[in-house]
């Protein structure tokens, strides 16, 4: 007969909330299985910890994006934005879909190319674009997004060298009610930068002006920061038109659209406060179908969505490793998961659940990594149940960013597994080891140890 651990008599604050049809629920479900994979085989099998990620999840989300814009606006097209999870299977699903790709970095270019997308289908953002990725980029007809003068002025530079007309697009920044304001990527709208940066393109002949792109910031939960968004690069669009006689040929609204992730220090969970793609949609495309851009002249609407289309579909798998009392008495329990692993736990209050039966008692609980740093807290305080030592968890809605800001810190990074649509677990990044950290260093030949000569 298996011993049961001891759980200590304990007095709590009931907080139950509203009870449902049949009374009060506290009991905390686990989480057994991801796309019909036992947690505990994917585990046994590829280790702890363990990236999961669904391709169904994946493929459905974007589904469900596209057909809520595309049933409300007649030309649109999403772009995968590298940077939000740059891992190659994860790219190909959204390719596969019909994104294009939307980069930041040289670095970004080079993998966008090296999945198969054309040149004229990947978008070159950020503020960081080397003179030999401008070439490049001009060679293979990408839409370059100018981030500010000192870009223009680069690129009308390598346009009078014979490299070819640059397809350009600026960036705009502006008020759209939200705070904080991301005004240092861009040109101002208010201010009339943006009009100057586009006043020179256009006069210099030298670029193809293409369109106009924003991006007003990061987990937006007001859609109407969108329509005012829309309204203002709408109205950049007939002004160009009306003084050049130039058509913009899209409209780049960007991503930001929020997760169901929740915020640390909101009131209510991600699930309930975040907009759905029918609102952000809703809003978009009435702002441009009521703009003064004439209905022949449309632009075609693009949109980079990263973080709503991949957080779902991501799960990071752990187990416990010691449970502890700290000095006020509270609960906490260490995990082999740590910030390294999961920075998003630095804004997110990820949604953390068992991977196997659990008491009914819970009690507020510190969640801690494995690092030995006191930064590496998970959740600060979750109401949870007890686990013992070589039990499992699991946490959600992690697709986005932790699989790009990760850390090599104190211990490798783990596997990484996508499971397919039909329920198969592959691996699509392995586990690192020494080898593979070490094998960019150079150690001079005066510090080497006697085994390092050897080799």
């Not at 970004?108 to 953002?125: C, D, R, T």
């Not at 920075?343 to 507020?364: G, I, N």
């Not at 990484?416 to 150690?443: Q, S, T, W």
Request: hydrophobic share 40%; with cysteine.
């Amino acid at each position: 007969m298996e011993k049961k651990p001891f759980e200590r008599p304990l007095i709590k604050r009931l907080n139950a909330g509203m009870p449902g049809k049949f009374g009060i629920h506290s009991h905390i479900e686990p989480l057994r299985e991801i796309d019909g994979v036992l947690v505990k085989d994917l585990i046994a099998e590829h280790g702890s910890p363990l990236y999961v990620l669904s391709e169904s999840a994946l493929r459905r989300t974007f589904r469900e994006a596209y057909q809520t814009f595309s049933t409300r606006y007649p030309r649109v097209q999403f772009a995968w934005s590298y940077k939000t999870n740059y891992l190659n299977a994860v790219c190909n699903v959204f390719h596969q879909e019909g994104a294009w790709a939307e980069v930041v970095s040289g670095f970004e270019y080079e993998k966008a190319l090296q999945n198969g997308v054309p040149g004229s289908q990947i978008i070159f953002n950020g503020p960081d674009k080397q003179e030999k990725d401008l070439r490049l980029a001009i060679k293979n007809g990408s839409l370059i997004h100018i981030d500010h003068f000192d870009e223009l002025y680069m690129l009308l530079e390598l346009a009078g060298q014979g490299t070819g007309t640059p397809k350009v697009a600026i960036r705009v920044n502006m008020d759209t009610g939200i705070y904080p304001r991301w005004d240092r990527f861009g040109f101002n709208y208010e201010n009339g930068e943006a009009w100057e940066a586009l006043n020179r393109i256009l006069l210099s002949e030298k670029l193809e002006l293409v369109g106009l792109h924003t991006h007003i910031g990061t987990y937006i939960l007001t859609a109407d920061a969108y329509r005012a968004a829309a309204a203002k690069l709408a109205s950049l669009a007939t002004g160009i038109e009306k003084k050049y006689g130039k058509v913009i040929q899209y409209i780049d609204l960007g991503g930001g659209f929020a997760s169901k992730n929740t915020l640390k220090g909101a009131y209510v969970p991600g699930t309930d406060a975040a907009p759905s793609f029918e609102e952000y949609a809703d809003a978009i495309s009435s702002a441009l179908i009521k703009s003064e851009i004439k209905p022949d002249n449309l632009p075609l609407l693009i949109l980079e969505t990263g973080r709503a289309m991949v957080d779902d579909a991501g799960y990071l798998l752990g187990t416990v490793l010691a449970n502890k009392r700290l000095a006020d008495g509270r609960r906490a329990t260490i995990a082999d998961i740590g910030v390294n692993l999961l920075f998003t736990s630095f804004w997110y209050q990820h949604e953390v659940l068992p991977a196997q039966d659990v008491s009914q008692h819970t009690e507020e609980t510190t969640l801690y990594g494995p690092l030995c740093m006191n930064i590496d807290v998970i959740r600060e305080a979750i109401d949870f149940p007890l686990l013992k030592k070589g039990d499992h968890l699991v946490i959600k809605r992690i697709g986005a960013y932790n699989m790009t800001q990760w850390l090599q810190f104190i211990n490798y990074r783990p596997r990484v597994v996508m499971i397919d649509e039909a329920g198969k677990p592959h691996v699509i990044r392995e586990r690192e080891d020494l080898v593979h950290l070490i094998r960019l260093e150079k150690v001079p030949e005066h510090l080497q140890s006697p085994k390092q000569k050897k080799q």
